[in-house]
């Protein structure tokens, strides 16, 4: 073996060595980015189930919504209902209040009269010169009616506002 032989066996063995030195480190490089790969796919799977839990909680909270929606709407269709039927009871009520007194007067009177009548015969069991003079009692005078107002609105400013002086006491 002559010294080229050998030296270029030297220099085959060194380049060998480098060589595997590098295959190592590049091993080790494509080892790295197979994890990073393994890891970016766990989150992209982590990521694409968050983004089907977070569809779905938009897609309940529309559902949410919307009930919501018809509950208030049926609500203030209700509202707006009683709102009418009120203003309507707001209205009849001076004419239910004028006529009200007016059936409660007869009413009475028809029991005066009656309970006169009652007592006046009993009497005149007990005294019979007294029967023939039964006379029914006058009607009562009529009561002063009732105040009518306008609307509701005028009771909230009935009162004049509050005024406040310096420092900021009425």
Do not use: W
């Not at 220099?11 to 190592?24: E, K, M, N, R």
């Not at 015969?121 to 039964?134: M, S, T, V």
């Not at 005078?141 to 009732?146: E, I, K, S, V, Y």
Request: aromatic residues 2%.
């Amino acid at each position: 073996m002559s010294l080229i032989a050998i030296a270029m066996n030297l220099l085959l063995a060194g380049l060998l060595a480098a060589a595997l030195v590098l295959g190592l480190r590049l091993n080790r490089r494509l080892k790295a980015l197979r994890d990073s790969h393994d890891n970016f796919a766990v989150a992209v799977r982590e990521l694409n189930a968050a983004a089907e839990r977070a569809e779905q909680g938009l897609a309940d909270l529309r559902a949410a919504t919307d009930e919501a929606t018809d509950t208030l709407a049926d609500r203030i269709d209700k509202g707006r209902a009683l709102a009418v039927k009120l203003e309507r009871l707001i209205v009849e009520a001076p004419r239910a209040a004028r006529e009200a007194p007016a059936a409660e007067r007869r009413d009475e009177a028809r029991e005066q009269r009656l309970g006169a009548l009652l007592s006046a015969a009993r009497e005149a069991r007990g005294n019979p010169d007294r029967a023939l003079a039964i006379e029914p009692p006058a009607p009562p005078a009529t009561p002063p009616r009732p105040r009518v107002r306008a609307s509701v609105e005028d009771d909230l400013f009935d009162e004049p506002p509050l005024r406040l002086h310096q420092g900021g006491r009425p």
